[in-house]
């Protein structure tokens, strides 16, 4: 199986399971696992890593509207070095802070590769879920696409100053908290765009009409992108930029609340009976995969 037919299993068998976050009375709980080889390129510190990884386990309680708590993670590497130890922990408790939230620790384990696996916790009495979208609805974005994509080229041409400071986003915690009760679905871009999309089609049972033009774009994609068909890959289907995708029936409301909170939101197009498109054409499910 691969990662999403594995998470369908799973979903079928554990009712909580599903959308970004399982909630259980209250109590909404994540978890993620990061690996060297596929999340952390040449060139990242640890402090980024750390940052990083507690981030998108944050990211995913935004997506369900929930108040973040705290956050621990169980660090594994070859060998344990002190001053990356501590570069890891200030990493997490960083990103931590900005969403009010605390970093509380984890565990260390010896492992062959750098790993991280970290869980959030929040709490949410109404969450906000995949389903639940309705034609005629708008379908928005928070922030800005491609953050990711340029991050990546930045590592590979040896940039690891600018790569960092891209890796290292902030959680769209606030804007999850606006959006309960203005939001008809929602969920994080981890896996990007095109397959968020494809996943709220999925879970609503409907479709969406997007226009490329309208898509947020990070400025740094800008500088790495080959041609305008680039830049629209960088930007919908790369992912792991931890933005929120949501629907709602009243955008100026929902947009006028993000705003109000400190995060930039656009509508990029709007729901509709069944397929994904972009400019009247079909966008492929391609996206972040796990591996």
Do not use: K
Not at 154 to 163: H, K, N, T, V, Y
């Amino acid at each position: 199986m691969n990662e999403r037919d594995a998470l369908a299993t799973l979903a079928a068998t554990l009712p909580a399971a599903g959308d970004d976050a399982a909630v259980v009375d209250g109590l909404a709980v994540t978890t993620d696992m990061l690996h060297e080889r596929t999340d952390f390129p040449d060139g990242t510190t640890r402090e980024t890593a750390g940052w990083r990884a507690v981030g998108a386990s944050l990211s995913d309680l935004a997506a369900m509207g929930a108040d973040a708590t705290c956050a621990v993670a169980a660090y594994a590497a070859p060998e344990f070095d002190e001053t990356e130890l501590s570069a890891f922990v200030r990493g997490a408790s960083e990103v931590c802070e900005l969403v009010d939230a605390e970093y509380v620790g984890g565990d260390l384990d010896e492992h062959s590769e750098f790993t991280v696996a970290s869980t959030a916790v929040g709490r949410v009495e109404e969450p906000l879920r995949r389903g639940g979208a309705s034609p005629g609805e708008a379908v928005c974005v928070t922030g800005e696409l491609g953050r990711t994509a340029a991050a990546l080229r930045r590592f590979a041409a040896g940039d690891a100053e600018a790569g960092n400071d891209l890796f290292r986003f902030t959680p769209r915690v606030p804007a999850g908290r606006a959006l309960r009760g203005r939001a008809s679905a929602a969920m994080d871009s981890s896996d990007g765009l095109a397959r968020s999309l494809h996943q709220l089609a999925e879970a609503s049972d409907c479709g969406f009409a997007i226009e490329w033009d309208l898509l947020p774009v990070h400025p740094a994609v800008d500088a790495v992108a080959e041609n305008e068909s680039d830049r629209r890959e960088c930007a919908a289907h790369v992912g792991e930029d931890f933005e929120l995708v949501f629907t709602t029936p009243d955008p100026d409301a929902a947009l006028a609340a993000v705003g109000e909170v400190g995060t930039q939101a656009t509508v990029i197009g709007e729901v509709t009976e069944g397929g994904v498109v972009a400019d009247g054409e079909s966008v492929p499910d391609r996206g972040y995969t796990h591996g």
